[in-house]
C-alpha cells in the first residue's frame, strides 16, 4: 500500500534522484559547468533536499511511500519565496558544478504554490501515485492559503500536460526555463 506523507531530511538521496528524474539527464547537464556530471549534480542536490533554506528541501516535499522506500516526490514551495530560496541553489552551483546560475530566469510568482518537481519510480507508473500527491499539493496550498498551485511543462511532454490536465491545471502562459519552451499550467 502506498502512502503519501511529508518528507525526512534521511530521505534526501532518494528525493534527490527523483528530482533529477524530473528534471532529465540533459536538463541536468545543461545546468553543469564544464568537467562536470551528473554525479556531482547527485552530490550537489542531496546536499540542497538537506538543507532547510533550499527550494528543494525535504520541508518542500511530500513523497510517496512504498514500506521504507520513496517512490514519488512532489517538491514545491511558494512561489513568492522562489529568490530567496534559490539562493542556496546559486551558491551550491558554483562550489559543485562549476557554474553561476546568478542569471537565471525566474519560473514562478508570488501568488502561487510552485510545482518545481514531480517524479515517480518507472515501476510504480500508471498506479494513480502522481494524481495522489498532485492532490496533496493542491492541498498544500489551500493550508499556506496560496490561491493555486502552478507548474512549468516542457511543450515536448504532451503525457505530462495529459496527466495535469486530468486532475484541472489549466494553461496559463507561455515560458522558458532550462533551455527548453515550456507551458505554464495552473490549477
Known sequence: MIEIREATKAQAAEIASLIMTAMTDDCCLYFCGEGHGLEDFRSMMTMLVEREDSQYSYK??????????????SVSYDGGRLHELRR????????????????????????????????????????????????????????MKLPCVGLLVDKDNP?????????????????????????????
Do not use: C
Not at 518542500?60 to 516526490?73: F, Q
Not at 518537481?117 to 518507472?122: G, K, Q, R, T
Not at 486532475?167 to 507561455?174: D, I, P, Q, R, T
Open 60 to 73: 518542500n516535499t511530500i513523497v510517496a511511500m512504498d514500506a521504507d522506500s520513496v517512490v514519488g516526490v
Open 88 to 143: 542556496a541553489f546559486i551558491e551550491a552551483a558554483k562550489k559543485y558544478i562549476g557554474k553561476d546560475h546568478s542569471g537565471m530566469d525566474d519560473e514562478t510568482q508570488s501568488g502561487e504554490l510552485y510545482l518545481d518537481s514531480l517524479a515517480i519510480l518507472s515501476e510504480y507508473r500508471r498506479q494513480g501515485i502522481a494524481r495522489r500527491l498532485l492532490m496533496a499539493t493542491k492541498a498544500r496550498a489551500e493550508r
Open 159 to 187: 503525457v505530462g500536460e495529459a496527466l495535469y490536465a486530468s486532475v484541472g491545471f489549466k494553461y496559463a502562459n507561455e515560458s522558458q526555463w532550462g533551455g527548453h519552451p515550456m507551458k505554464h499550467l495552473i490549477l
